[in-house]
């Protein structure tokens, strides 16, 4: 049964940064493209980058300049390194893995407050 935990999150002051991790637990992890996607309170879910299995990029471009996804094939994990946060960017943050289906994680809290 394939699993996706993300960890990582927390409260960050403005301008603060965090690094949110996905560890995924199915087979052949490096043919999954992976993403983050988010949640605000009253919000409808939005993407906010992906991974596709060759390494290439793809971001929201509200995201751009701030956040870097990346993949660790070898430790079957995605990254999230979010810098420059801002108020707007509270949400809870989910990381998707997708080959034929997609699974997603259950979310981590991150909260960016002075």
């Known amino acids: 049964q394939v699993q996706l935990m993300e960890s990582g999150g927390g409260t960050v002051q403005p301008g603060g940064s965090l690094r949110l991790s996905c560890a995924a637990s199915m087979n052949m992890f490096n043919r999954y493209v992976m993403g983050w996607y988010r949640q605000a309170p009253g919000k409808q879910r939005e993407w906010v980058a992906h991974?596709?299995?060759?390494?290439?990029?793809t971001y929201a471009d509200s995201m751009k300049g701030r956040f870097t996804i990346s993949r660790d094939n070898a430790r079957n994990t995605a990254y999230l390194q979010m810098n420059n946060l801002k108020p707007e960017d509270t949400a809870v943050y989910y990381c998707?893995?997708?080959?034929?289906?997609?699974?997603w994680g259950q979310g981590t809290q991150v909260t960016v407050s002075s």
């Open positions: 998707s893995g997708r080959w034929f289906q997609e699974y």
């Open positions: 991974i596709n299995t060759d390494g290439s990029t």
